[in-house]
């Protein structure tokens, strides 16, 4: 699951709140996919509101056999998903 939450205040002990506006119940992940969140496009702009599920491409610069997609939109606080075409994401283990 992901969790669409705000920070919305510290008690006087200091212990955080937060309010949870939407949960994402993800499909299953097959081994040779990955999650990917905050590193992802759509065409050639960078989007950090894109969540996808990708295949594993070990010694590709980027994810471009995505498989389901959703965008956190912030402005209506929830989860929506969206096509997969288009969508890359950063492979952060390339050239490591």
Request: glycine share 6%; proline share 4%; with cysteine.
């Amino acid at each position: 699951m992901l969790w669409f939450e705000y920070f919305t205040h510290r008690d006087q002990t200091g212990t955080p709140y937060s309010e949870v506006k939407d949960v994402l119940v993800l499909p299953n992940i097959s081994r040779n996919q990955v999650l990917v969140y905050a590193l992802c496009f759509s065409g050639q702009k960078p989007d950090s509101e894109i969540v996808a599920i990708a295949d594993y491409q070990r010694y590709a610069q980027f994810f471009t056999r995505v498989r389901r997609a959703w965008r956190a939109n912030r402005s209506l606080e929830r989860f929506e998903e969206m096509s997969p075409g288009g969508v890359k994401c950063t492979n952060e283990g390339y050239g490591v």
